[in-house]
């Protein structure tokens, strides 16, 4: 099938198959499949949930980063690239082989590339949008019988860069928008079928997604026969040696645990590691609210605007 096959029917069409038959699973190990658990917030979530009992497959591409996930306890690695069909069919059928069916999906692979829209390579931003949106579309298809059989949950890893964006971050944001989007709208296909569904949004925590991004935009600059002078490179060397000071991402893996196995989980998690970040996204979320009621034929005055959030947050 290709990518523009709309995703509803196919999940509306799964819905509708006759149910798999797996093996029955142990009430007390869940087993959950991370993809990206190679290194950082992957990584985290990863070694989080085994530590805690759940069989946890773990996805990852290089053979250094499958041998280790695989010398820790309760962890299988499994090769996977998320933009190859060929790697997840594989995976698949290797999770299916496992006996344990699968509960829990952590969709948390992903890249990023700086620079503004206008220079940026289409051939870029493709591979940006083919791992981040259509990666998470790719798996989450393929896994969806398996979650449906268990009535699990589905997690995706997006970024408070789905609510805010600026210069040099825009493909990204646009990525971790249609994230927002995507679970909105997967929740409300798989709530009839008893699946979870929730977006964490990271703020700025220690994983290698800065150094591979500051390394792969010197490497496209200097493949396309450009060069950056000294403070455009120090810039971005600077960028990339300023994650040694973040904090670890313990709490992100704190809302997905909450999001996996809560009996009340969130459709959002917005984890961030100080108040400024959380102020910053919270404030650009009313800055659009207040930007599409502004000067339009139905404008709500404050007061509908306070009743409105009071029964948002009611409801909550």
Do not use: C
Not at 2 to 11: M, Q, S, Y
């Amino acid at each position: 099938m290709t990518r523009n096959i709309v995703f509803a029917a196919i999940l509306a069409a799964v819905l509708f198959l006759p149910t798999l038959s797996f093996a029955a699973h142990h009430e007390s190990q869940k087993a959950i499949l991370v993809t990206g658990a190679s290194t950082g917030i992957g990584r985290n979530i990863a070694e989080t949930l085994a530590a805690e009992g759940h069989y946890v497959y773990a996805g990852a591409r290089k053979e250094k980063d499958l041998a280790e996930l695989n010398a820790i306890e309760n962890i299988q690695a499994i090769r996977l690239d998320v933009t190859s069909q060929d790697d997840v069919d594989a995976a698949v059928e290797t999770i299916k082989s496992g006996g344990r069916g699968l509960y829990g999906l952590v969709n948390n692979a992903g890249v990023a590339v700086f620079g503004g829209l206008s220079q940026t390579p289409d051939s870029e931003i493709d591979w940006v949008f083919d791992v981040n949106v259509y990666g998470v579309v790719r798996v989450t298809r393929a896994f969806a019988p398996m979650i449906i059989e268990q009535k699990g949950r589905i997690t995706t890893i997006g970024s408070i860069s789905g609510i805010l964006s600026g210069p040099s971050l825009g493909v990204y944001s646009m990525s971790k928008h249609a994230i927002e989007a995507f679970t909105d709208s997967l929740a409300g296909e798989l709530e009839g079928a008893g699946v979870g569904v929730s977006v964490v949004e990271p703020g700025n925590y220690k994983s290698r997604i800065r150094r591979t991004t500051v390394a792969r935009t010197i490497a496209v600059v200097e493949s396309a026969g450009g060069s950056l002078d000294d403070e455009a490179r120090k810039s971005l060397e600077g960028i990339a040696d300023g994650e040694v000071s973040l904090k670890e991402p313990d709490e992100v893996s704190a809302a997905v645990k909450h999001a996996l196995f809560s009996d009340s989980p969130k459709r959002r998690y917005m984890v961030v590691p100080d108040e400024s970040e959380a102020d910053m996204t919270i404030r650009k979320a009313i800055e659009e609210l207040v930007q599409l009621n502004e000067g339009q034929m139905y404008t709500f005055d404050r007061d509908r605007l306070i009743e409105m959030l009071d029964q948002a947050m009611a409801s909550d």
